[in-house]
């Protein structure tokens, strides 16, 4: 069976620490990730996402994961966290040759950063 | 990113009622359209995947008489949640792809708050 799963249901940080959110999957076949955060009361925003070739992907602020195929993971990882960044964070898998490639959502982890 | 925009943000209903939510995409043309529900403090739980002009597909546990879903155009797709009760009472949130594939990004509306009294 397919699956996402995210380690932690909860991460507190102080400002300016380094985070690391975990996924990790199981699929026998190729996937493609997605990291997406959700901010209260709103949906769901893409962060990053990784799909082929270099299997570090960044984002534009200051996130970058990495696609670890020997692992199956898809670690989220920031050297210094802001307030600002205090959300939900969910891991996604799109799984090639599945109907409509619908994503598979991990359970989230909440990220709080503290003062 | 292109904008899926879901109406309304939130709802208050009766129990035996009846409550439609919308879901467009403004920019493009969303040929596959998802629901999803989201208890407090959980992930989201896929409800269907429509598809333009076809009716939805259901995911395994989800009552399709209870909850219908619209694909009438390109750029909408409607849930309506038929006689509400309380347990019905959930975030919402539609996404839509412009194209089907796995390395299409799929965008999502800003969800629904639906309260069952």
């Known amino acids: 069976a397919q699956s996402v799963t995210q380690l932690d249901s909860q991460v507190p940080v102080f400002e300016e620490a380094p985070v690391e959110l975990r996924c990790n999957y199981s699929?026998?076949?190729?996937?493609?990730l997605f990291w997406y955060v959700q901010y209260p009361n709103q949906g769901l925003q893409l962060l990053l996402k990784y799909l082929s070739g270099s299997t570090l992907v960044k984002s534009i602020n200051g996130f970058e994961a990495e696609f670890n195929k020997s692992q199956t993971s898809f670690h989220l990882r920031k050297p210094s966290v802001h307030i600002s960044d205090t959300a939900e964070y969910f891991c996604?898998?799109?799984?090639?040759?599945?109907?409509?490639?619908?994503?598979?959502f991990g359970k989230g982890t909440l990220l709080t950063v503290n003062p | 990113g292109a904008v899926v925009s879901q109406h309304p943000s939130w709802v208050i209903c009766k129990s035996g009622t009846s409550v439609k939510i919308e879901c467009r995409s403004l920019d493009f043309q969303a040929t596959t359209m998802f629901w999803y529900r989201q208890f407090p403090k959980q992930s989201l739980m896929l409800m269907a995947t429509s598809n333009e002009g076809s009716k939805a597909t259901y995911e395994q546990g989800v009552e399709k008489d209870k909850f219908l879903i619209n694909h009438a155009s390109l750029t909408l797709s409607t849930l309506t949640v038929t006689s509400a009760h309380p347990e019905d009472s959930s975030f919402y949130i539609c996404?839509?792809?412009?194209?089907?594939?796995?390395?299409?990004?799929?965008?999502f509306g800003q969800g629904t708050r639906l309260t069952v009294v």
């Open positions: 699929s026998s076949v190729s996937v493609y």
């Open positions: 996604a898998v799109s799984f090639s040759g599945g109907s409509n490639y619908k994503l598979t």
């Open positions: 996404s839509a792809r412009a194209h089907q594939g796995a390395r299409t990004e799929a965008f």
